[in-house]
């Protein structure tokens, strides 16, 4: 059973950054596409980046790109997003995803795995 692990979040200010990583123990996640969401109080959870699995192809929401990566560590068995010029609307709850798939991620519809979630709250 993969168990996926965030950390990084946190309070920041308005342009700040925060990098937020998605770990995981005993399964390499290499295999999987990982993805990012997140969900803001009263809201619905949205997509924010994935990652595909044997490509590495990317893809962001509109709202993010230019200022959000994503990427892997494969020696650290981690997914990470780092995330630049945070606005007080990206403040939500921020979870990884994983599924065992070599489907682009940007085709996925669902993920089988989820962290436990972290908040990032932007607020001067």
């Known amino acids: 059973q993969l168990q996926l692990v965030e950390s990084g979040g946190g309070l920041v200010q308005p342009g700040g950054s925060l990098r937020l990583s998605c770990a995981a123990s005993?399964?390499?996640?290499?295999?999987?596409?990982i993805a990012w969401y997140r969900q803001a109080p009263g809201q619905e959870r949205e997509g924010v980046s994935c990652i595909s699995s044997t490509t590495s192809s990317t893809t962001y929401a509109d709202s993010v790109k230019g200022r959000f990566t994503i990427s892997r560590d494969s020696a650290k068995n981690t997914v990470y997003l780092q995330m630049n010029n945070l606005k007080p609307e990206d403040t939500a709850v921020y979870y990884c995803?994983?599924?065992?798939?070599?489907?682009?991620?940007?085709?996925?519809?669902?993920?089988?795995?989820w962290g436990q979630g972290i908040q990032v709250t932007v607020s001067s």
């Open positions: 995803a994983a599924r065992n798939t070599s489907v682009p991620c940007r085709k996925l519809y669902g993920y089988d795995f």
């Open positions: 005993g399964v390499t996640l290499d295999r999987y596409a």
